[in-house]
């Protein structure tokens, strides 16, 4: 079998190949740490979209308060280590169980909400989150945060560089995308998108579709809470302001960059919205005098709005849709 | 926690009045546009934040306050129809959660470019008319927080004549009704659309100038505003005018007395509580009143 062959057969396995090859030889020929670090910031900020793509795309069901997930890891991840001094890894696996029973709960009664309604609960639940992180200051250490989260280690091995670190994240990142792929090309994944089409049909033919959406959720904050330890162990400092409203509306652009059901698509989204904002960092000062960070929030409203009103289905499902494709189409 | 007298209470009571007055004319905004065109608009808020900056941008030229006024509402009821125009009116066919992102996007870029115009410092508008603050019952309050709800019930009613004593107010409330037979009837739903959007910009405007004294004015006050102004329609049914007045209402209430009584940091949280305790309450109401509208299309 050559290359072009196992390609069109395999597409999701030559492409997840490609993948750890590229993220693999990064750092052999980037020796810049800025760019080394973006590349950490795209791998935590991929492990995120995965997880709203799941939710959104697959489930259908719309999150404006994702980043209090994402949150409430960072924050488990650091108050854990920090204030009770447990070892990260351990701390990280409770973040996983908070969040995931969290959202478990939150899951049981927000579902019986649909469109706008979940919209805003969601909204209202993201706001609630990000606040309570400064108010509960013995805890959180309030607004102005919480420093010495200690470092990753595994026995002797310390993540103490940015490459290192930048491994373990994209290791991370291909284990969740082959969690996605398995999961979005299984019965269950099927189930989704029959639910996604109609929920009622769904049921009818015997889906249990809150169940499933329940699964999704779960499995969706699982990502944003690893997320949010990986972040503060790479910080090893958290505030609540990553986590604010803005950032669940991020969160969101990247996911519709990537086309709101597609699981490579939220690689491409995160990777295309933090390399954007880093462009406009260097050159926005260039145009506009003092212009800081949040004037590129202006640059992602743009996006969103242009990209939803001609794109629905996002940017590279849009665009996939518009280019023909005759052999190596991705299978998502 | 000391103790308080009847002018303490009176006081949290009387200030979330006027706070939540600006509440009601934001969620008259949001349910206007609701009920006409079916989009949850959650960039009302910037229409505040819009008014507000106007108002002080004029009034920094020498414009007489209620010319400024005037024309910071006419300003913003325009970028309210340019804004429809551009966003809303050509996916009129899209899905209840792709026309929410579209509004979330229009909210952040308008806050973005406010950025860029006016920058992060904050401005100053003077209170309307100067003078002693009025006292009853061993409460205090301010001529700016009169101001507030004189204004507020005087749009009130020119709103409800104009949406209940004239034929464009029948054709919009038509269009809220039943879009496909009121467009049977002559009624064009884009032109009512591009109304209610002029109308909610307005009223936004409205809510933004009339806060402007008593705060600071920034480039990013139009987002908590908004999303307390959707609270509180939300708190009334969303398609319900008096709903959206009772809600905002409680609302401000609601948020004074527990900013006074409970802790001031706290106060936001409890606004958003209480949207999702409301919101599951009607839950089953409410779904059952979307999956109905679905039916019937």
Same mark, same amino acid.
């Given at each position: 079998?050559?290359?072009?062959?196992?390609?069109?057969?395999?597409?999701?396995?030559?492409?997840?190949?490609?993948?750890?090859?590229?993220?693999?030889?990064?750092?052999?020929?980037?020796?810049?740490?800025?760019?080394?670090?973006?590349?950490?910031?795209?791998?935590?900020?991929?492990?995120?979209?995965?997880?709203?793509?799941?939710?959104?795309?697959?489930?259908?069901?719309?999150?404006?308060?994702?980043?209090?997930?994402?949150?409430?890891?960072?924050?488990?991840?650091?108050?854990?280590?920090?204030?009770?001094?447990?070892?990260?890894?351990?701390?990280?696996?409770?973040?996983?169980?908070? #969040?995931?029973?969290?959202?478990?709960?939150?899951?049981?009664?927000?579902?019986?909400?649909?469109?706008?309604?979940?919209?805003?609960?969601?909204?209202?639940?993201?706001?609630?989150?990000?606040?309570?992180?400064?108010?509960?200051?013995?805890?959180?250490?309030? *607004? #102005?945060?919480?420093?010495?989260?200690?470092?990753?280690?595994?026995?002797?091995?310390?993540?103490?560089?940015?490459?290192?670190?930048?491994?373990?994240?994209?290791?991370?990142?291909?284990?969740?995308?082959?969690?996605?792929?398995?999961?979005?090309?299984?019965?269950?994944?099927?189930?989704?998108?029959?639910?996604?089409?109609?929920?009622?049909?769904?049921?009818?033919?015997?889906?249990?579709?809150?169940?499933?959406?329940?699964?999704?959720?779960?499995?969706?904050?699982?990502?944003?809470?690893?997320?949010?330890?990986?972040?503060?162990?790479?910080?090893?400092?958290?505030?609540?302001?990553?986590?604010?409203?803005?950032?669940?509306?991020?969160?969101?652009?990247?996911?519709?960059?990537?086309?709101?059901?597609?699981?490579?698509?939220?690689?491409?989204?995160?990777?295309?919205?933090?390399?954007?904002?880093?462009?406009?960092?260097?050159?926005?000062?260039?145009?506009?005098?003092?212009?800081?960070?949040?004037?590129?929030?202006?640059?992602?409203?743009?996006?969103?709005?242009?990209?939803?009103?001609?794109? *629905?289905?996002?940017?590279?499902?849009?665009?996939?849709?518009?280019?023909?494709?005759?052999?190596?189409?991705?299978?998502? | 926690?000391?103790?308080?007298?009847?002018?303490?209470?009176?006081?949290?009571?009387?200030?979330?009045?006027?706070?939540?007055?600006?509440?009601?004319?934001?969620?008259?905004?949001?349910?206007?546009?609701?009920?006409?065109?079916?989009?949850?608009?959650?960039?009302?808020?910037?229409?505040?934040?819009?008014?507000?900056?106007?108002?002080?941008?004029?009034?920094?030229?020498?414009?007489?306050?209620?010319?400024?006024?005037?024309?910071?509402?006419? #300003?913003?009821?325009?970028?309210?129809?340019?804004?429809?125009?551009?966003?809303?009116?050509?996916?009129?066919?899209?899905?209840?959660?792709?026309?929410?992102?579209?509004?979330?996007?229009?909210?952040?870029?308008?806050?973005?470019?406010?950025?860029?115009?006016?920058?992060?410092?904050?401005?100053?508008? *003077?209170?309307?008319?100067?003078?002693?603050?009025?006292?009853?019952?061993?409460?205090?309050?301010?001529?700016?927080?009169?101001?507030?709800?004189?204004?507020?019930?005087?749009?009130?009613?020119?709103?409800?004549?104009?949406?209940?004593?004239?034929?464009?107010?029948?054709?919009?409330?038509?269009?809220?009704?039943?879009?496909?037979?009121?467009?049977?009837?002559?009624?064009?739903?884009?032109?009512?659309?591009?109304?209610?959007?002029?109308?909610?910009?307005?009223?936004?405007?409205?809510?933004?100038?009339?806060?402007?004294?008593?705060?600071?004015? #920034?480039?990013?006050?139009?987002?908590?505003?908004?999303?307390?102004?959707?609270?509180?329609?939300?708190?009334?049914?969303?398609?319900?005018?008096?709903?959206?007045?009772?809600?905002?209402?409680?609302?401000?209430?609601?948020?004074?007395?527990?900013?006074?009584?409970?802790?001031?940091?706290?106060?936001?949280?409890?606004?958003?509580?209480?949207?999702?305790?409301?919101?599951?309450?009607?839950?089953?109401?409410?779904?059952?009143?979307?999956?109905?509208?679905?039916?019937?299309?």
């Amino acid at each position: 079998m050559n290359m072009q062959q196992f390609w069109r057969r395999r597409p999701n396995a030559s492409a997840l190949m490609l993948l750890a090859i590229v993220v693999g030889s990064l750092p052999l020929w980037v020796k810049s740490s800025y760019l080394i670090s973006t590349g950490i910031f795209v791998g935590i900020s991929a492990i995120l979209t995965l997880g709203l793509c799941l939710l959104m795309g697959y489930a259908g069901q719309i999150s404006l308060g994702h980043a209090a997930f994402y949150g409430i890891g960072a924050y488990t991840s650091a108050i854990l280590t920090v204030r009770s001094g447990l070892n990260p890894w351990l701390a990280i696996l409770i973040g996983i169980i908070v #969040t995931a029973s969290a959202a478990y709960l939150i899951g049981l009664f927000i579902f019986r909400l649909s469109g706008h309604y979940l919209a805003v609960a969601t909204l209202g639940l993201g706001i609630i989150v990000y606040l309570a992180f400064g108010e509960f200051r013995e805890l959180t250490g309030g *607004p #102005t945060g919480l420093p010495g989260v200690p470092r990753l280690a595994v026995g002797g091995f310390v993540f103490d560089g940015d490459v290192e670190y930048f491994y373990l994240v994209w290791s991370v990142v291909i284990v969740f995308l082959v969690l996605s792929l398995n999961v979005v090309n299984s019965r269950v994944g099927r189930a989704l998108r029959a639910i996604h089409g109609s929920e009622a049909a769904a049921d009818s033919v015997g889906i249990d579709s809150s169940r499933h959406k329940l699964q999704m959720l779960v499995m969706s904050v699982v990502f944003a809470s690893v997320a949010g330890s990986l972040y503060v162990h790479y910080m090893r400092f958290v505030s609540p302001q990553p986590f604010d409203f803005t950032a669940s509306v991020r969160l969101v652009v990247m996911a519709a960059v990537g086309g709101l059901a597609s699981v490579w698509g939220a690689l491409f989204g995160a990777a295309a919205v933090i390399l954007l904002t880093v462009v406009l960092r260097e050159f926005l000062p260039l145009v506009v005098r003092d212009a800081s960070g949040e004037h590129t929030v202006i640059v992602y409203g743009i996006i969103l709005v242009v990209i939803m009103v001609l794109m *629905p289905e996002g940017l590279t499902v849009g665009l996939l849709k518009s280019i023909r494709w005759p052999s190596f189409k991705l299978k998502t | 926690m000391h103790n308080y007298g009847i002018g303490d209470y009176l006081q949290l009571i009387l200030s979330g009045i006027s706070t939540g007055s600006i509440y009601v004319l934001i969620a008259l905004g949001i349910v206007m546009i609701y009920n006409v065109t079916g989009v949850i608009n959650l960039a009302q808020g910037e229409y505040t934040m819009l008014g507000a900056m106007f108002a002080v941008t004029y009034y920094s030229w020498r414009v007489p306050l209620l010319l400024a006024f005037l024309a910071s509402v006419l #300003t913003v009821t325009l970028i309210g129809m340019l804004i429809e125009r551009l966003t809303v009116n050509p996916v009129r066919s899209a899905s209840a959660v792709t026309l929410i992102i579209i509004t979330v996007g229009v909210s952040i870029t308008i806050r973005g470019i406010a950025l860029l115009v006016w920058g992060s410092t904050p401005y100053f508008l *003077p209170e309307f008319t100067g003078g002693a603050p009025f006292s009853i019952l061993g409460a205090v309050m301010s001529r700016q927080r009169l101001w507030i709800v004189g204004t507020a019930g005087l749009v009130l009613l020119l709103l409800y004549y104009l949406l209940d004593r004239t034929l464009l107010g029948k054709a919009l409330r038509a269009c809220a009704i039943n879009r496909q037979a009121a467009s049977l009837m002559g009624v064009g739903p884009a032109q009512m659309s591009l109304l209610a959007f002029a109308l909610s910009a307005a009223l936004g405007a409205v809510a933004g100038i009339v806060i402007a004294p008593l705060t600071l004015v #920034t480039y990013d006050m139009g987002l908590m505003l908004g999303l307390k102004g959707f609270v509180a329609a939300v708190i009334g049914g969303l398609t319900s005018a008096p709903g959206a007045v009772v809600g905002g209402l409680l609302l401000g209430v609601l948020e004074s007395l527990s900013a006074g009584l409970i802790s001031s940091g706290l106060k936001d949280a409890i606004a958003f509580l209480v949207l999702l305790v409301v919101i599951l309450a009607l839950s089953k109401k409410v779904v059952g009143r979307l999956k109905g509208r679905r039916m019937t299309k």
